[in-house]
């Protein structure tokens, strides 16, 4: 069984940053490949990032492309979005999720992929 907890949502103008962080209490963080997922109101959950078990592998949504950096840090079981140049269209909850990595390299784009997922946190983009 693996927990997430994330951490580090708030209110912030257009172009500002932000930085997300996903706790994960489970012994063997680097099997997990881990994602970032957001859900409006309103909208279908969607893609954001995915990272693979070593960190070495990283997929992006297009529309957060250059903009937003997934990453982890194994020594801390911590996996991190920094967001930067923040648009209204950014206001959303954010949940990060994991799952078994089946191969080195592998990156899962999809929610149903998916094994666990956190209670998400909330960002909002607004003038």
């Known amino acids: 069984q693996v927990h997430l907890l994330e951490s580090g949502g708030g209110s912030v103008q257009p172009g500002g940053s932000l930085r997300l962080s996903c706790g994960a209490s489970?012994?063997?963080?680097?099997?997990?490949?881990m994602g970032w997922f957001r859900q409006a109101p309103g909208k279908e959950r969607e893609f954001v990032a995915a990272?693979?078990?070593?960190?070495?592998?990283?997929n992006y949504a297009d529309s957060v492309k250059g903009r937003f950096t997934i990453s982890r840090d194994t020594a801390k079981n911590t996996l991190s979005l920094q967001m930067n140049r923040l648009k209204p269209e950014d206001t959303a909850a954010y949940y990060c999720?994991?799952?078994?990595?089946?191969?080195?390299?592998?990156?899962?784009?999809?929610?149903?992929?998916?094994?666990?997922w956190g209670q998400g946190t909330q960002v909002t983009v607004s003038s």
């Open positions: 489970v012994r063997t963080f680097s099997s997990y490949a």
């Open positions: 999720a994991a799952r078994a990595a089946k191969y080195a390299g592998s990156v899962y784009l999809a929610g149903y992929q998916y094994e666990y």
């Open positions: 990272i693979d078990s070593s960190g070495g592998m990283t």
